[in-house]
């Protein structure tokens, strides 16, 4: 009954830490010191090497480390039938609905661009922007949490999704056809989408060029959502008028990527929501107890859908 | 039955033109072009020269431009009895309330933050802050509509007014002695006071010293609430954080006012709020019929609280 944590490149000891606070006696192993591999029933993985999870022949439980799995799913070569877990934290939550929040208000009220100002000393005061037509691209809980806030904020919120959601005060659609239609009157297109081979790419030129000429694009899914070329090209046209980015192809970011310095691109490092350590733990712990005891698992994943 | 726009140094052809919409036969006179002063009955102001509405035998009403009226009893001269408004505008309140949550969520975010590391093509993800109280000084209009935004965004909102208002889940205070208890625990302390004498430098070094260690200021009201010298100096000693600010005692701000290249200031050039011309021009023209027709004006000001 041995917990290993799978996480390369990453400094796990916290995550070490927060496990045995709760239970002294949790025996947890950290990659690639993994002793004899038949110990490992449960897996604790962050952008794990392709093929390594097979190498456990008693592996009961994958727990991601993050609200994510697109991560578990690039290895083609998973064992099957292993349940997968994902993290759904009220905090994170509300932390990613503040962002999408606080990226609105800050272009619409032109934080940024005052900031601007002030370095040179310059008094411009200009209208407020006036687009107030929100659409969510993705509705799990994230983007339900989004449109609540954006809503009672007073913003006209729709949101888009791969099968059916309804929620009050939303305008819903679903399905690839009506994708165009979603986005069709927004100044605002938000991607709140897990990555799947149905989402890889899909803010695309067919998407920017479906969009009301001007609209604003914010990133918070996962940089494979976006073919970059698409956006710099449609920038450049005025077909999109600026995007915020929080996630991209690779991270961190390349020191000669054209986003740094793009005046109509803002980005954020990752941050629009951090897992938070304790909070993962503490149903990572929960999830271990449910396979000892054979109980159902907390935020299981539907391998068929890809979230 | 004359309107007379007494605000000089703007460019007020937008005023005149919307009061036209509304009603081609209106008499509009621009200030300082009177005509005969007996004719004016009602007069719309910002920023007029001391002593001058007393010139005007006839007036009736005295229409502030804006939700603020602190500019009108800066003239100590004023006509007795001669009834005084404001605008109240549902779009200003809201601009305000998105303000104040934008400005909250940025500073929480680190969104300038970021954009200073973009500049510089520096990947630097750090956490959120968790700052989670904020106080907003001033329940009118504006202040209650903040709290049930910030409220409902999941921030521990108190309040504190010259008199007693009670708001749902907003922990209220009322009157001097209380001012201090009320900031105590903040992390955001917002002005939305109307400026009198009574709230005139009333963010100086006595409030910030009850202050939380490290709390954020935001100040939208007027620049008379805040004594400069000593948001320098508790910024300096580290007791405030930081501060963003709309309103100067100046406006614009002078080329060579330290707040401008201070790096724990961000200033906007007041533009939280903006008057709404043509919702402007329908309440004066409300409340010109009222004044015609004898009935009561709407949006009248208290002349004894001076608000």
Known sequence: MTILILMPDRNVSEVVQALNVIDTDLEVRVWPDTGDKSDIEFVIVWD?????????????????????????????????QVPITKIVDKNLTRQMCEYVAGVIFNHRLRLTEYSEFQAAAIW????????????????????????????????????????????????????????????????????????????????????FSKARKGAYLINVGRGGHLNED?????????????????????????DDHPF???????LTPHTASLTDIDQAATQFYENYQNMKDNRPLINQVDVTKGY
């Not at 999870?53 to 697109?70: E, M, T």
């Not at 407020?128 to 919120?157: H, K, M, P």
């Not at 740094?260 to 803002?266: A, C, E, F, Q, V």
């Open 124 to 207: 411009a005061p200009k209208e407020a922007r006036q687009g107030n037509n929100v659409c969510l691209l993705g509705l799990g809980n994230i983007g339900r949490c989004a449109a609540e806030y954006l809503t009672v904020l007073g913003f006209s919120v729709s949101g888009w999704s791969q099968s059916r959601k309804d929620i009050e005060n939303v305008t819903t659609f679903h399905g690839e056809k009506s994708l165009g239609k979603a986005i069709s009157d927004a100044d605002y297109i938000v991607c709140l989408l897990p990555l799947t081979p149905n989402t890889e790419n899909i803010l695309d030129k067919t998407l």
């Open 260 to 266: 740094w310095r793009h005046p109509k691109i803002h």
């Open 48 to 80: 794990h090497p392709t093929g390594e999870l097979k190498k456990y022949p008693n592996l009961k439980v994958i727990a991601s480390f993050g609200a994510g799995v697109d991560h578990i799913f690039k290895d083609t070569d998973l064992p099957k």
């Open 230 to 254: 698409d956006l710099l090209e449609a920038l450049y046209q005025g077909q999109m008028s600026g995007a915020c980015l929080d996630v991209f192809r690779t991270e961190p970011l390349p």
